[in-house]
C-alpha cells in the first residue's frame, strides 16, 4: 500500500531535481536554449528557386550561392522577433556592399503586401528575397521558426546556422569572424 504513494513522489522529486537542473545550467550559460543542432552543417544547402515577393526584382534560389560567401536569413513580417533584429540587418547590408559577402532573405510564410508595406517603412537589407508562401523550402532547411541566420559558403555548403534574432554580440563574436574567414 505505501509503494503507491512512494513510487509517485519519488518521480516527481527525480522530474524537479531534472528541471532545476536545466534551469540552472540555462541562467550560468552552460547550455543557450537557442541553440538547436542542424544536420545540414557542412553539407549542400538544398536546391530550390523562388519567386520574389510581388513587387521586388530579384528572387533566390540556390544557383545565386555559388561563388559567394551567403549570409541567408530566414524572416518574416508578422514576426516580431524579426522586427527587433532588422536595424542589424540594415548594418549587415551595408558591410555586405562594401565587400565579399551577400546578404539575402527567405520570406517564409508571409503575404507580398505585409512585406511590402514592412519593407516600406523600416528598408529593404537583402539583395535577393525569395517568397517561400507554403513553407516548403524552409522545411528543407530544417527551419524551426523565424528568424534563423544560415552562413553559406563560395561552395554552396551550410557553415552556420543560428536561431533566434541575431543580437550585436553574435554578430561581433560569430557571424563577421566566420564571413571573413570563408571571404579568405
Request: aromatic share 10%; with cysteine.
Amino acid at each position: 500500500m505505501r509503494l503507491r504513494f512512494i513510487i509517485p513522489a519519488v518521480l516527481f522529486l527525480f522530474l524537479g531535481a531534472g528541471l532545476v537542473y536545466a534551469l540552472v545550467a540555462i541562467q550560468s550559460g552552460k547550455k543557450d536554449p537557442s541553440a538547436v543542432p542542424s544536420a545540414l552543417i557542412d553539407k549542400p544547402a538544398p536546391e530550390f528557386s523562388l519567386p520574389a515577393p510581388e513587387g521586388f526584382p530579384q528572387g533566390l534560389s540556390t544557383a545565386d550561392f555559388k561563388g559567394k560567401v551567403t549570409i541567408l536569413n530566414v524572416f518574416a513580417s508578422w514576426c516580431p522577433p524579426c522586427h527587433a533584429e532588422h536595424p542589424l540587418l540594415l548594418e549587415l547590408a551595408k558591410e555586405a556592399k562594401a565587400g565579399g559577402f551577400q546578404l539575402v532573405g527567405l520570406n517564409w510564410k508571409d503575404k507580398d503586401e505585409k512585406l511590402a508595406a514592412w519593407f516600406k517603412e523600416a528598408g529593404n537589407p537583402f539583395s535577393h528575397i525569395g517568397a517561400d508562401r507554403s513553407g516548403r523550402v524552409g522545411i528543407d532547411f530544417g527551419v524551426y521558426g523565424a528568424p534563423e541566420t544560415y552562413i553559406i559558403d563560395r561552395d554552396g555548403r551550410i557553415r552556420y546556422r543560428y536561431a533566434g534574432p541575431l543580437t550585436s554580440e553574435r554578430l561581433r563574436d560569430e557571424i563577421r569572424p566566420l564571413v571573413a574567414k570563408l571571404k579568405r
